[in-house]
């Protein structure tokens, strides 16, 4: 089991920059795979970036070269900078943690078992 709580959320123009945190009851390199997935309104959700506790990262093709997955196992806290934001990246985003890492972790895969409540980012053109 563990427990995630995002916070840095809000709202931001075009061009600017959020980080996302999520944090974790439970040592994040001992999670085999995190990631951030988002959902906007009358979309699917989408995985946007993964990484695997030996720090294999895997990124959705919209956000590469603008996004960083990262983890600070000292703090057991996951994060996700975001730079160049787009209205498109408009959306609720939650972390994710998962006993499954290897190649079983990337944006593709969905059966998380352990999510976050999300928070809100929204762009504004």
């Known amino acids: 089991q563990v427990q995630l709580v995002e916070s840095g959320g809000g709202s931001v123009q075009a061009g600017g920059s959020l980080r996302l945190s999520c944090a974790a009851s439970?040592?994040?390199?001992?999670?085999?795979?995190m990631g951030w997935f988002r959902q906007a309104p009358g979309r699917q959700r989408e995985g946007v970036a993964t990484?695997?506790?030996?720090?294999?990262?895997t990124y959705t093709d919209s956000v590469k070269g603008r996004f960083t997955i990262s983890q600070a196992n000292a703090k057991n806290t996951l994060y996700l900078q975001m730079n160049s934001l787009k209205p498109e990246d408009t959306a609720m985003y939650s972390c994710?943690?998962?006993?499954?890492?290897?190649?079983?972790?990337?944006?593709?895969?969905?059966?998380?078992?352990?999510w976050g409540q999300g928070t809100q980012v929204t762009v504004s053109s």
């Open positions: 994710a943690a998962a006993p499954y890492g290897g190649t079983w972790c990337t944006v593709k895969s969905t059966d998380f078992p352990y």
């Open positions: 439970r040592y994040t390199a001992s999670i085999p795979c």
């Open positions: 990484i695997t506790n030996g720090g294999t990262t």
